[in-house]
């Protein structure tokens, strides 16, 4: 079974700050989903990775299979981005469903 | 394109009743996936729905089932509801599966009382 564990839990900056949140993985994955949850439920998915670095708007998003590691960057940031962001895994091989990290808190400050 | 729709958004329901909650998936997508999040465990994995067969599940009690019609509509089940059935689940739907690009819906909030 997977163990995905993210850091920080919690985190407030204040606007225009640079963001980095991390996730790391126990097993070898097939893909990787950082997601975005605001207050009220509603889960946005940012990013799908299997591999390298991906890029939108102020958001960017890396991963490292041979350390079982990704990253989530937010450039500038701003209150709306204030959300929990969560790191999901899959393993692959039709056996199993996502695992989620526990999430990270961020609180951006005006 | 409409989003990935879940029915109802809110419901109370006594312990020992049952449950049913409904999620359409986006237009074209095959994939169905059922997930529950609680403060205390976050969000779980409890069964990923593919061209109407179970493909995979979490580890949840038989109490948790859950089907895809033809049309790739999904409906989760809990039957003898107990107080910590109380959640958010969400369903998500993808062209694949769970290895590619998911959309989640908005989800239905389950009290039990």
């Known amino acids: 079974k997977n163990e995905v564990e993210q850091s920080p839990q919690n985190l407030t900056a204040q606007e225009g700050e640079f963001i980095t949140i991390n996730c790391s993985y126990s097993?070898?994955?097939?893909?990787l989903h950082w997601l975005q949850q605001h207050p009220g439920g509603g889960i946005v998915s940012l990013f799908m990775?299997?591999?390298g670095k991906k890029k939108h708007g102020r958001l960017i998003a890396t991963i490292n299979i041979q350390e079982k590691h990704s990253s989530l960057h937010i450039t500038a940031s701003h209150p709306r981005d204030s959300a929990v962001y969560i790191c999901a895994v899959y393993s692959g091989g039709g056996a199993d469903g996502l695992t989620f990290g526990k999430g990270t808190h961020l609180i951006i400050q005006p | 394109k409409a989003g990935v729709t879940q029915t109802p958004r809110y419901l109370i329901k006594t312990r020992g009743q049952q449950v049913t909650l409904s999620c359409s998936p986006i237009s074209g997508h095959r994939s169905v996936s059922w997930y529950q999040q609680t403060p205390g465990q976050g969000l779980q994995f409890l069964f990923e729905?593919?061209?109407?067969?179970?493909?995979n599940k979490g580890n949840f009690p038989g109490r948790f089932s859950g089907r895809q019609f033809s049309n790739s509509r999904s409906e989760m089940n809990v039957s003898t509801l107990e107080l910590g059935d109380s959640a958010l689940y969400l369903c998500?739907?993808?062209?694949?599966?769970?290895?590619?690009?998911?959309?989640f819906g908005e989800g239905s909030w389950l009290t039990v009382v």
């Open positions: 990775l299997s591999s």
């Open positions: 998500a739907s993808s062209s694949t599966g769970t290895g590619n690009t998911i959309y």
């Open positions: 729905y593919f061209s109407e067969t179970q493909r």
């Open positions: 097993v070898g994955i097939s893909a």
